[in-house]
């Protein structure tokens, strides 16, 4: 991140051209230890292969939307897992709860109440305590998606992608975030 702050602050404005080199493309060219010597001299050496990608350097609107998409990401896949847990458990004591995260919140009521479906009390407790997390990863997924559609309402660039067909706020949003300007690119692919 310090890279981005320092190409787009500090060094455009002595009149150097900036170009930003994903970190992978490096490190073949890196012959010994990792150190910082090494490291500069593998930046050298790989900066100066013709065909060598660049990435854009992001804006700080690009900066502060992308970790949101990331931090939403890793709440569905927590989310995901934790419903698969929750499906898991229950399928030990003969109770089957069909796919998607709509079902558990749809049955779960009646199985928590349901004192004759043979499930203990400690594990009842258990159940009850998974779901209440599932249902707080949900409202974190929710607060999330309404913080991006707000950036993308107020995002120019993001509301002309999102006038695509199946393009969506969210969809947009990370496209802007993620390419930027993509002029960048030399062809549409």
Avoid at 12 to 30: A, D, S
Avoid at 127 to 142: M, P, S, Y
Avoid at 173 to 185: D, K, L, P, Q, W
Wanted: one cysteine or more.
């Amino acid at each position: 991140m310090v890279v981005h702050i320092i190409g787009r602050e500090s060094l455009g404005g002595f009149g150097h051209t900036i170009k930003l080199m994903p970190p992978q493309f490096v490190k073949p060219y890196v012959k010994t230890n990792k150190d910082d010597m090494a490291v500069a001299e593998a930046i050298c050496e790989a900066v100066s292969h013709p065909n060598m990608r660049f990435v854009a350097i992001k804006n700080v609107e690009q900066q502060a939307i992308l970790p949101i998409h990331r931090a939403k990401q890793g709440y569905v896949k927590s989310r995901t897992a934790q419903a698969n847990q929750i499906r898991g458990l229950l399928s030990e004591f003969g109770i089957i709860i069909p796919q998607g995260i709509q079902s558990i919140s749809k049955r779960m009521p009646d199985i928590l109440e349901d004192a004759e479906n043979g499930l203990p009390g400690a594990m009842r407790h258990l159940v009850k305590r998974l779901n209440d997390h599932l249902k707080e990863l949900g409202r974190q997924v929710g607060e999330l998606e309404l913080q991006i559609k707000l950036w993308d309402k107020e995002n120019e660039a993001s509301q002309k992608l999102e006038a695509i067909p199946g393009i969506g706020p969210i969809t947009a949003s990370e496209i802007m975030a993620t390419v930027g300007n993509a002029r960048e690119f030399k062809n549409g692919r």
